[in-house]
């Protein structure tokens, strides 16, 4: 059965067209038919053409124009100037940079790690099913689908430094206190870490929770028949069972760390004196409010090089693992 | 300790007086930390709180004031920015979404596997790494030579495509039997027939799934809009509050009020579609 037979929408079409014209125009009817199967080869491109555009677009141009633009010094209007690796060596070697980066890791290693611990406590102490603990979980939730920027201006209500704002008021209660939270610069790193954590250990209790449920319960009787506490439990057959979990969680919060701006820039815009400078508020400085876009830009590709490296990183680990 | 072991931990289970107050505890201390704050916020925007001091969960006489001064400060017209911006954005990254699935789920082509290794790049790449240069973009694409900053549409089109929803739906269309595919064709079906009355209708729960994280996602965006926008009139209600917050006129109240209009579409969102959320949570996360 030849191919044009195949497919019956050809037929019509290419029938009056050889009746009409004779032997000469079949040939060029059956190639038409042959175009138009061919033509089918487009198909899946043609589904495909909005989201690519759009990759194109809004993804892949922004990523290679990021690349040449740390490589130039950036004039609107003036045109840009090859400077070659002279906005690297501004980035590297200026202690603002490196500050920021150090603000970065220290906080995204703090928050991935708090949400990571605080996510699996909750998750461990809230398994099960009821519609009790359902409503719990689902408040518990709330703070996940909250927008960053209100999760920002109700932190900074309540991190009111004085002893009667309300965070301080509690810490007054338990003998602490006051505390100037996100305007003193010994403890402003932490406060926002504090926000983050709140926001971010519920999703990891979310993931967790889901990663329970694949654990097998045949182990828990095993281990209960073995005489295993709870915590043994806990920590030698739950804990393994959540490995890959953790490595995606893992990944996921270290990413999400790394990129961190919106709580930065609203709860404190990396002040006060630098103390919660992070990364993405330097290169919005930088772009933005001094116009030193290839500069800016360099120091968006260190970024983007040291999530690659890490998830990199977490992927071998988790396969040599896996062996 | 006869009952079957169904929790880890086993605090779930547990009957026991002592197991009892653990939970109560456990539960209460969980609702203070994670939905007081959130309380503190609602009880605020209906409360005359001239300063931050006297934010508190306690409500002190009910008043609309916070939200009549939120409104003369222009909040209706953020608000409607905001809903402009989702909709269009939800509509345009659920059609793109849907299409790109088709392709990549029901066809087999050469290029196939590039495709779907660039849409996991995306997937890689943060979007807050790319904030320099999309500014510059927007403000002259390429080839077409539009601008679009200051514009709600340079709010919308950069989120038209996300890989994250393009992936759901792949996912999901693959699960659509063949079969069914197979006896529309034999009865004449072209692609487009297939796809939006055979495969489409059969995709409703992937659907629920990448309209809500789409909703969440889109609402949420933050640095997008703060590049894109010029002046107040194209600010969405999360940009808008770091202004209200700056004018020295404008009470905490005030703030909490426009706050709690920020983040009740996402809310009700959540609370409605809790179960697409979730299960788009797990699967989304524990396939990786």
């Given at each position: 059965m030849s191919l044009d037979q195949a497919d019956p929408a050809a037929l019509p079409a290419a029938g009056p067209a050889t009746r009409k014209t004779g032997r000469a125009a079949g040939g060029a009817a059956g190639r038409r038919g042959h175009d138009r199967r061919a033509g089918r080869w487009w198909t899946p491109w043609l589904f495909l053409a909005p989201a690519l555009l759009l990759f194109l677009y809004f993804k892949f141009i922004p990523m290679v124009s990021a690349l040449t633009m740390s490589f130039q010094d950036v004039q609107p209007y003036l045109g840009n100037r090859w400077v070659g690796t002279e906005n690297y060596a501004t980035v590297l070697q200026s202690d603002g940079f490196r500050e920021a980066a150090w603000h970065t890791v220290v906080l995204a290693a703090g928050q991935t790690a708090g949400s990571m611990a605080l996510g699996l406590a909750l998750a461990l102490l809230m398994e099960g099913q009821g519609r009790r603990l359902g409503f719990v979980r689902s408040a518990a939730f709330l703070p996940v689908v909250v927008p960053i920027a209100v999760v920002a201006e109700l932190w900074r209500i309540m991190y009111?430094?004085?002893?009667?704002g309300m965070l301080n008021s509690i810490l007054g209660l338990v003998g602490f206190g006051p505390s100037g939270f996100i305007n003193d610069p010994d403890s402003s790193m932490a406060s926002i870490m504090v926000t983050g954590i709140w926001r971010g250990a519920p999703y990891d209790m979310m993931i967790f929770l889901a990663g329970l449920t694949?654990?097998?319960r045949g182990l828990y009787e095993a281990a209960k028949v073995d005489g295993a506490s709870r915590l043994q439990r806990v920590w030698h057959v739950t804990v393994p069972g959540l490995r890959s979990v953790f490595s995606i969680l893992f990944i996921l919060a270290a990413i999400r760390g790394l990129r961190v701006f919106t709580e930065v820039f609203l709860l404190t815009n990396g002040g006060?004196?630098?103390?919660?400078?992070v990364v993405m508020t330097l290169i919005y400085k930088l772009g933005?409010?001094?116009?030193r876009l290839g500069v800016g830009a360099a120091g968006a590709v260190l970024l983007f090089i040291a999530t690659l490296i890490l998830t990199v990183v977490v992927h071998l680990l988790r396969r040599r693992e896996s062996k | 300790m006869n009952a079957p072991t169904e929790t880890a931990l086993g605090l779930t289970e547990s009957r026991s007086p002592g197991g009892r107050i653990l939970k109560a505890v456990t539960y209460l201390l969980v609702l203070i930390v994670f939905a007081g704050p959130l309380l503190a916020l609602l009880v605020s925007a209906f409360s005359h709180i001239?300063?931050?001091?006297?934010?508190?969960?306690i409500p002190s006489g009910a008043t609309l004031d916070n939200f009549r001064i939120a409104f003369d400060q222009g909040v209706l017209a953020y608000l409607l920015n905001s809903f402009f911006v989702v909709g269009f954005g939800l509509l345009l990254q659920v059609a793109v979404s849907v299409l790109a699935g088709y392709a990549l789920a029901r066809k087999r082509f050469p290029g196939m596997t590039l495709v779907l290794v660039a849409i996991l790049a995306t997937l890689m790449l943060p979007e807050e790494i790319l904030a320099l240069p999309l500014s510059v973009i927007l403000s002259d694409l390429p080839v077409?030579?539009?601008?679009?900053?200051?514009?709600?549409a340079g709010m919308i089109v950069p989120l038209g495509a996300w890989g994250f929803s393009i992936l759901v739906m792949t996912e999901f269309m693959?699960?659509?039997?063949r079969e069914l595919e197979e006896a529309a064709r034999i009865d004449g079906a072209g692609d487009l027939r297939i796809f939006a009355q055979i495969i489409l209708p059969m995709c409703k729960p992937a659907l629920g799934v990448i309209g809500v994280f789409g909703f969440t996602m889109i609402w949420d965006q933050y640095l997008l809009p703060l590049l894109v926008s010029?002046?107040?009139?194209?600010?969405?209600l999360p940009l808008a509050l770091r202004t209200l917050r700056i004018d020295?006129?404008?009470t905490p109240g005030v703030v909490m009020a426009a706050s709690l209009l920020a983040l009740l579409p996402s809310v009700i969102v959540f609370l409605f579609f809790q179960r697409s959320f979730v299960h788009g949570l797990s699967s989304g996360a524990l396939k990786g």
């Amino acid at each position: 059965m030849s191919l044009d037979q195949a497919d019956p929408a050809a037929l019509p079409a290419a029938g009056p067209a050889t009746r009409k014209t004779g032997r000469a125009a079949g040939g060029a009817a059956g190639r038409r038919g042959h175009d138009r199967r061919a033509g089918r080869w487009w198909t899946p491109w043609l589904f495909l053409a909005p989201a690519l555009l759009l990759f194109l677009y809004f993804k892949f141009i922004p990523m290679v124009s990021a690349l040449t633009m740390s490589f130039q010094d950036v004039q609107p209007y003036l045109g840009n100037r090859w400077v070659g690796t002279e906005n690297y060596a501004t980035v590297l070697q200026s202690d603002g940079f490196r500050e920021a980066a150090w603000h970065t890791v220290v906080l995204a290693a703090g928050q991935t790690a708090g949400s990571m611990a605080l996510g699996l406590a909750l998750a461990l102490l809230m398994e099960g099913q009821g519609r009790r603990l359902g409503f719990v979980r689902s408040a518990a939730f709330l703070p996940v689908v909250v927008p960053i920027a209100v999760v920002a201006e109700l932190w900074r209500i309540m991190y009111h430094p004085t002893s009667d704002g309300m965070l301080n008021s509690i810490l007054g209660l338990v003998g602490f206190g006051p505390s100037g939270f996100i305007n003193d610069p010994d403890s402003s790193m932490a406060s926002i870490m504090v926000t983050g954590i709140w926001r971010g250990a519920p999703y990891d209790m979310m993931i967790f929770l889901a990663g329970l449920t694949s654990v097998d319960r045949g182990l828990y009787e095993a281990a209960k028949v073995d005489g295993a506490s709870r915590l043994q439990r806990v920590w030698h057959v739950t804990v393994p069972g959540l490995r890959s979990v953790f490595s995606i969680l893992f990944i996921l919060a270290a990413i999400r760390g790394l990129r961190v701006f919106t709580e930065v820039f609203l709860l404190t815009n990396g002040g006060p004196d630098g103390s919660t400078e992070v990364v993405m508020t330097l290169i919005y400085k930088l772009g933005l409010e001094q116009n030193r876009l290839g500069v800016g830009a360099a120091g968006a590709v260190l970024l983007f090089i040291a999530t690659l490296i890490l998830t990199v990183v977490v992927h071998l680990l988790r396969r040599r693992e896996s062996k | 300790m006869n009952a079957p072991t169904e929790t880890a931990l086993g605090l779930t289970e547990s009957r026991s007086p002592g197991g009892r107050i653990l939970k109560a505890v456990t539960y209460l201390l969980v609702l203070i930390v994670f939905a007081g704050p959130l309380l503190a916020l609602l009880v605020s925007a209906f409360s005359h709180i001239k300063d931050p001091t006297q934010l508190s969960v306690i409500p002190s006489g009910a008043t609309l004031d916070n939200f009549r001064i939120a409104f003369d400060q222009g909040v209706l017209a953020y608000l409607l920015n905001s809903f402009f911006v989702v909709g269009f954005g939800l509509l345009l990254q659920v059609a793109v979404s849907v299409l790109a699935g088709y392709a990549l789920a029901r066809k087999r082509f050469p290029g196939m596997t590039l495709v779907l290794v660039a849409i996991l790049a995306t997937l890689m790449l943060p979007e807050e790494i790319l904030a320099l240069p999309l500014s510059v973009i927007l403000s002259d694409l390429p080839v077409v030579h539009f601008n679009l900053i200051g514009t709600l549409a340079g709010m919308i089109v950069p989120l038209g495509a996300w890989g994250f929803s393009i992936l759901v739906m792949t996912e999901f269309m693959k699960d659509v039997p063949r079969e069914l595919e197979e006896a529309a064709r034999i009865d004449g079906a072209g692609d487009l027939r297939i796809f939006a009355q055979i495969i489409l209708p059969m995709c409703k729960p992937a659907l629920g799934v990448i309209g809500v994280f789409g909703f969440t996602m889109i609402w949420d965006q933050y640095l997008l809009p703060l590049l894109v926008s010029t002046d107040s009139s194209s600010y969405t209600l999360p940009l808008a509050l770091r202004t209200l917050r700056i004018d020295p006129a404008v009470t905490p109240g005030v703030v909490m009020a426009a706050s709690l209009l920020a983040l009740l579409p996402s809310v009700i969102v959540f609370l409605f579609f809790q179960r697409s959320f979730v299960h788009g949570l797990s699967s989304g996360a524990l396939k990786g």
